[in-house]
């Protein structure tokens, strides 16, 4: 920061204006790169936020991914203090993420029209930071790779993430060396397949929070069951949006469309969390 003297001979303040290269700024955000990636494919002037605002919904994406990560590792290390911040962060991450959809929320079918033929075949289940987003939450699926076999770094980025432990196999993990009873076949289960709820760790929730409700186990649980409901209402949004712009047509990419969404948000994720409380 520089320093100059006023008329007074009083001392000022003022920003260093004066850079050899690009600013410090513009080196920590790449915001040039940032402003300069949208290319609108039609000549209506209403695809420029749909455009941004999906881009910005990968950067939430990102973010959020990095954050469960952090979680997971956090986890498998005991250190359930950086876990929790790690799940609040990405709480308050979701939160913005599912604001994104405000833009897109009221589009009327001849607005999504207008542009919609830009899409081609793109689709929103194609990204592949929103499946490692899924991936993390128990929602494996090989079959998910395929579309991405001709981005060889991001095929192996999603195919690391498929045979890894989900934020909920740690989370279970946890609880079994917490003396809980978690089956044995959920603790070695074949991490590449989808996680499917079991009776018996539904057990172990209700015995958790029938415990001490300031312990950190419930503390865990509630910040989870957060994260679980930002993820319905994000899939709850994108079906209203989309049932909105499109009606029950097929989704661009070939995709089931509304019918897909449908179904989706009828899930939740760390079911046994949610159908556990019906047992304290």
Known sequence: MSHSLDASGAGSVTPNLDFAGTTPYEDYVKADVLTHLQNPLSDDPGEMVFLVTTQVMELWFTVIVHEWETAARALREDEIVVAMDA??????????????????????????????????????????????????????????????????????????????????????????????????????????????????????????????????LVRLGEALTDVGELIWRWRNDHLVATRRAMGSKIGTGGSAGVAWLEKRAQKNVFPELWTARSHV
Do not use: C, I
């Open 87 to 216: 799940l609040r962060r990405s709480a308050r991450e979701l939160e913005a993420l599912n604001a994104s959809w405000r833009p897109l929320a009221q589009l009327t079918p001849g607005q999504f029209n207008a542009y919609r033929a830009a899409l081609g075949e793109g689709s929103g289940f194609q990204s592949a930071m929103y499946r490692r987003m899924e991936f993390l939450l128990g929602d494996k699926s090989a079959s998910m790779l395929v579309p991405h076999r001709g981005a060889p770094r991001v095929h192996a980025e999603l195919e690391k993430a498929l045979h890894e432990p989900s934020l909920y196999d740690e989370v279970l993990r946890l609880l079994a060396r917490r003396g809980h009873a978690v089956p044995t076949a959920v603790l070695e289960r074949d991490l590449t397949a989808k996680y499917e709820p079991r009776t018996e760790v539904e057990h172990v929730w209700a015995e958790v929070y029938a415990g001490d409700q300031q312990g950190e």
